[in-house]
């Protein structure tokens, strides 16, 4: 895989407009975007269509997780789109019929890990009497073992799914933080960010990214120079 087609910008902008006018001005640097739930309430399909319609790659990160046969219904939903990837979340039953809403289709779907925003005591205070590693791989294991096509997990934790799950999941990385800018800012709420060579080096797939891009003074040149950290990673399937 080329190095430019492992980074995912995410359009997090709160319509329409601005994330076209985003597309645009990345035009012949960046081909896969993530659409996330502030976005798709905005906008809906359209700006999936959109994005399909111009040759574009989507991840729609809605992160589904409901009752099994609501969730399979609307997976189903989302297959018939064209997008490439899909997240979910939940127990085996709601990925098993997850699984099945998908189909024959080339949908692949990721099961969400632990959010990068949260760490052990956040964990904590949810009632879980682990580490983050423990949670991430005990829910990675049961994804992949259930038919997910991988996971998204933090930087920190690629590493360690990769020894133990080994090459063939997916990993999706957010909370990516360029090398040669803070990792942590009073609006950042990434607590457990990384950055793209880090988590290249470890064993992700692909980066998504959002702020380090659609907010930098010039986007395009903040995702060439993501895309060259990339490039200096040496992905451990290679």
Known sequence: MKPEERLICALDFENAAQAKEMVEYLEGIVNFFKIGIVLFAASGPEIVKWLLDRGKKVFLDLKFHDIPETV????????????????????????????????????????????TSLDAADLKDLGFPCSVDQLVLYRAKKAVEYGCDGVVAAGREAGLLRRELGSRPLIVTPGIRPSGRPEKTETDLHKRAVTPKEAISAGADYLVVGR??????DPRRAAAEIIAQINGAQFPKD
Do not use: D
């Not at 490439?84 to 692949?108: D, E, P, W, Y």
């Open 212 to 217: 380090p891009i659609i907010k930098a003074p």
């Open 72 to 115: 399979e219904k609307a997976v189903a939903q989302v297959s018939a789109l064209g997008v490439s990837f899909l997240t979910i979340h939940g127990n085996a039953q709601i990925i098993k019929n997850a699984v099945r809403g998908r189909g024959s289709t080339t949908l692949k779907l990721l099961a969400v890990t632990v959010l």
